[in-house]
């Protein structure tokens, strides 16, 4: 069993930084994917970056390429997701989740047995 809180959430003016924590107890094999996923009012959630716990290989979503960077600290067993110029569409709760993907895609929820419950990000224009 795997138990995953978010941190780093909150206000920040359109071009600024964040950078969120998911911290994991339990055991993360070398096998799984840590991924985030965000979801705005009325829409549907999506991906927005992954990282292999293994190899520390990533994957982006489009939108967020060359402004997000996901990492890994493997001995206090968190990721991270650092976020720079933040644009009003990233606005969203953020999700961590973890699981062993197999041959899911990393974009899919499927791929992720373990979900934290989120933290919120908002960029103001």
């Known amino acids: 069993q795997v138990q995953l809180v978010e941190s780093g959430g909150g206000l920040v003016q359109a071009g600024g930084s964040l950078r969120l924590s998911c911290e994991a107890s339990g055991r993360i094999f070398t096998h799984y994917i840590v991924g985030w996923f965000r979801q705005a009012p009325g829409k549907e959630r999506e991906s927005v970056a992954a990282i292999r716990w293994g190899n520390g290989m990533t994957n982006y979503a489009d939108s967020v390429k060359g402004r997000f960077a996901i990492s890994r600290d493997n001995v206090k067993n968190t990721v991270f997701l650092q976020m720079n110029s933040l644009k009003p569409e990233d606005t969203a709760v953020y999700y961590c989740?973890?699981?062993?993907?197999?041959?899911?895609?990393?974009?899919?929820?499927?791929?992720?047995?373990?979900w934290g419950r989120g933290t919120q990000v908002t960029v103001s224009s």
């Open positions: 989740a973890a699981g062993a993907p197999l041959n899911t895609p990393w974009n899919t929820s499927r791929a992720y047995d373990y």
